[in-house]
């Protein structure tokens, strides 16, 4: 589910290794990535962080069929599984070394919030991003406290609910992306991101990272609990029982006329 690899500089890539499903977030997927977190954060050897995907896209968002599981399932089921994805994004955000997105396909959904949760991130020009859980009924939930921290509410608001698709430079507008550049480009671009780390003391640089996340908006445990509780309550509503089975019956949702 993922590929974990450190060179001999300190520098970790974490790959998110589901290529046919373009690395959709399932549970084993978010378990491992989780996982994959905590222990590079205790890894003192390890310098810098780069977060990437393997196949066509970085990340599609959550795996449906997973989805689907875990609204059939009891209260106590739902609740697991949404403390399972808020836990794994709350893992990637307080890493102390720096995490170097590299994003080098379409993000969706919870891959927009994995890019949110990078200090930098990067993308080909050519890349798609969307906040597309309403157009299922759903909502960006767990991955809201990390977008609205990237994007500031007014950014935010453009993309949150419209579930509209749009391009690397427009995600760089909306404070996403650090840059674009070139598909061929991507691997300098990246690499120029993490060579400055390795000139810096790495203690000092998790204080640096934890200091600058203390005086940012605040993600604590009571803003995770509320975003937990935003898509429990979500996933069981009638709107998302309808969304989810519209993708799987592969017809449009009882709101959307216009397909």
């Not at 300190?10 to 378990?31: C, E, F, M, W, Y």
């Not at 671009?189 to 990272?209: D, Q, R, S």
């Amino acid at each position: 589910m993922i590929d974990l690899t450190v060179d001999d500089r300190g520098v970790a890539t974490l790959a998110l290794a589901r290529p046919d499903k373009h690395n959709a977030l399932s549970q084993a997927l978010i378990d491992a990535l989780r996982e994959a977190a905590n222990q590079i954060a205790g890894n003192r050897d390890i310098r810098v962080v780069v977060l990437a995907g393997q196949g066509p896209s970085f990340c599609a968002g959550g795996d449906l069929n997973w989805m689907r599981d875990q609204m059939a399932g009891d209260a106590a089921m739902k609740r697991a599984a949404a403390r399972s994805i808020a836990g794994m994004l709350g893992a990637l955000n307080t890493l102390p070394q720096p995490l170097i997105g590299k994003i080098h396909g379409n993000a969706f959904g919870g891959g927009v919030g994995m890019a949110c949760v990078c200090d930098v991130a990067i993308a080909p020009d050519h890349v798609k991003f969307g906040l597309t859980e309403t157009k299922l009924g759903l909502i960006p939930a767990t991955i809201g406290p990390y977008v609205l921290a990237r994007m500031g509410e007014a950014n935010a608001r453009r993309v949150f609910m419209s579930g509209r698709i749009f391009g690397a430079q427009e995600a760089v507008d909306l404070g996403i992306l650090a840059k674009t550049v070139s598909a061929d480009a991507l691997d300098a671009a990246i690499e120029a991101e993490v060579t400055p780390y390795l000139a810096c003391a790495p203690g000092a640089v998790a204080a640096a990272k934890a200091f600058a996340r203390s005086l940012g908006p605040v993600i604590d445990q009571e803003t995770v609990d509320r975003s937990i509780d935003a898509l429990i309550a979500q996933w069981n509503s009638e709107e998302a029982a309808e969304g989810i089975a519209a993708f799987f019956e592969k017809r449009a949702a009882a709101w959307n006329p216009t397909l």
